[in-house]
């Protein structure tokens, strides 16, 4: 089975500068995928970005960037230049790479406050 | 940019009353899944739905939840029976041949 871990319930930044949210997982797998969603107060779940389990290169969507480092089964978000719209919860989460539905596995989230 | 809809929004229910929450995914994807949220908590995997049949199902559908695709655009949920434990988000969304999976902005269900 595989579970995905948030070891930071909360956390906090001040505007314009820098933060970095924590994920370890565990599997067996080899081949998986590893994304970081964004659920804003509206609720809705939002991709930030994702990474192949396959890369070694970190994936990066503009002001967003992770730090996937695969033998220790991590994989950070850090938000640079925080903005105050990036207030929300942020859930890291985990897909088997496999023929057939697949589905994402959870953590428990992380609750970010941009403060102005 | 094509998006996941649901409807409601938000339904209040009574204990015990059927519930059906509806979902329109994105054009020509081919997987579907639901996905349920209780206040505060994590998302948790509810089921998933290919080729007009159920994937994979979690511990959490029993046999009081079921789920259609009857005419080849919608997507439902059905809660036969609802227990004020069924309070919840309830996620529709749906991925293409590619590994993201989209989210619709979510159906908030409340049971009374």
């Known amino acids: 089975a595989q579970t995905v871990t948030q070891s930071q319930p909360e956390m906090s930044v001040q505007e314009a500068e820098t933060v970095t949210l924590s994920c370890t997982y565990d599997t067996s797998e080899n081949n998986y995928y590893l994304f970081w969603y964004k659920q804003p107060p509206s609720r809705q779940m939002i991709l930030v970005i994702r990474q192949e389990a396959y890369k070694q290169q970190n994936a990066t969507e503009n002001r967003f960037s992770v730090n996937f480092q695969k033998a220790a089964k991590s994989f950070s978000l850090k938000i640079s230049d925080s903005q105050l719209g990036d207030t929300a919860m942020y859930f890291c989460?985990?897909?088997?790479?496999?023929?057939?539905?697949?589905?994402?596995?959870f953590g428990t989230g992380t609750r970010l406050t941009v403060i102005p | 940019e094509p998006e996941v809809t649901q409807t409601p929004s938000h339904q209040v229910t009574q204990m015990g009353q059927e519930v059906i929450l509806r979902c329109v995914p994105i054009?020509?994807?081919?997987?579907f899944y639901w996905y349920r949220q209780i206040l505060g908590q994590k998302v948790e995997f509810l089921v998933s739905?290919?080729?007009?049949?159920?994937?994979?199902k979690s511990e959490i559908f029993d046999d009081q939840f079921s789920v259609e695709r009857p005419d080849g655009s919608n997507f439902t949920l059905k809660i036969r029976s609802t227990k004020l434990e069924d309070s919840a988000m309830y996620f529709c969304a749906s991925r293409d041949r590619g590994p993201t999976i989209y989210f619709g902005e979510g159906s908030w269900l409340t049971v009374v």
């Open positions: 054009s020509n994807h081919l997987y």
């Open positions: 989460a985990f897909m088997k790479q496999q023929t057939g539905a697949n589905n994402l596995f």
């Open positions: 739905f290919y080729n007009n049949e159920i994937s994979e």
